[in-house]
């Protein structure tokens, strides 16, 4: 049976709330995360992913106590990133109600944390997260630590060795597109998603039902994530999917 389409809302964590801005200047607050858990509970999203924008930043460990107390207001599945920066996060994660973890700077600077995860805990729970802006020649590089450190590495070749590393999943996020609403970079997620075989999540952009559909239709991503959209306007992850299943996508109602 085809994999269904997933539509999931993210939720960025900093300072005791929840933040939304444009290009990773996350600076207007949006509310609690637990109240943001409990309404996405009643729209019948198929996942919900929370990272914790300041923590590699602040070099500390994922906040896990928080995360607890998430977990047990969660009836979908919780994805939750930021601060990771070894084994013993990860595990701390899924013992305390995280179903995956969310790996982004640690796998460039430690990339053996997503093999021993992928070892460890299964494939399934560890997904990549790859930030990714577009240079002046067109050409992308990713970055690290919430957008801010240019590694220099092209999310192609990026995306390729999280596979190899036992990834299960990756996020491919246009910095660029990010909180403007104005759509999905379809180039960028398209060079991902060719290039792996492992399901790969769209960030990035989102701004009504159309570009879920486009990037979708253009790039052959299995899911979509979007924030600003629910925060900002009346859309609502179960509107979107009752617009994609008119679209013909296969989509979980």
Known sequence: MPTKIRIIPILLYKDFGLVKGVQF?????????MQAIKVYNLREVDELIFLDITATIQRRHPDFEIVDELADECFVPFTVGGGISD????RNLLAVGADKVVINTAFIENPDIVHKAAQKFGSQCVVVSIDARRKYN???EVYTHSGTVNTGIDPVSAAIKAEKLGAGEI???SIDRDGTMMGY???LVRQVSEVVSIPVIASGGAGNYEHMAQVLAESGVSAVAASSIFYFTHQTPLEAKYFLKKKGFNVRI
């Open 185 to 187: 970079d379809i180039d």
């Open 171 to 173: 996020i491919i996020t």
């Open 87 to 90: 084994i013993d996060d990860v």
């Open 25 to 33: 200047d996350s600076w207007r607050r949006v509310g609690s995360a």
């Open 138 to 140: 067109g050409l992308y």
